[in-house]
């Protein structure tokens, strides 16, 4: 059973830093690009960075220099540092395996980000 395992959100000031972490099991991680997606409040869920299992990253506009996307492969775990946390960051982030040659994709179930004085 493939399980994606989020942890480590929370409420945060702006300015201020958040890791969250994304565990997998049942998949074989070498296989996926590993993800995270973001759903704010009435909005649609957004892609926020993925990284291939080789370390190529990408990244959207909004969080280019702020957030890092890292991972041990040896762990089955990506990691996502949020740094100069902003407001508009608020929202939940979801975990997401992609396996490009089949486009088969698997969901954490999400952990909160919550950016606020």
């Known amino acids: 059973q493939v399980q994606l395992v989020e942890s480590g959100g929370g409420l945060v000031q702006p300015g201020g830093s958040l890791r969250v972490s994304c565990a997998a099991s049942?998949?074989?991680?070498?296989?996926?690009?590993m993800g995270w997606f973001r759903q704010a409040p009435g909005k649609q869920r957004e892609l926020v960075t993925t990284r291939t299992s080789g370390g190529s990253t990408n990244y959207a506009d909004s969080v280019k220099g702020r957030f890092t996307i890292s991972g041990d492969n040896a762990k089955n775990t990506v990691y996502l540092q949020m740094n100069s946390l902003k407001p508009e960051d608020t929202a939940v982030y979801y975990c997401t395996a992609y396996r490009d040659y089949d486009g088969r994709r698997y969901w954490g179930q999400g952990t909160q980000v919550t950016v606020s004085s």
């Open positions: 049942g998949i074989i991680f070498s296989d996926y690009t």
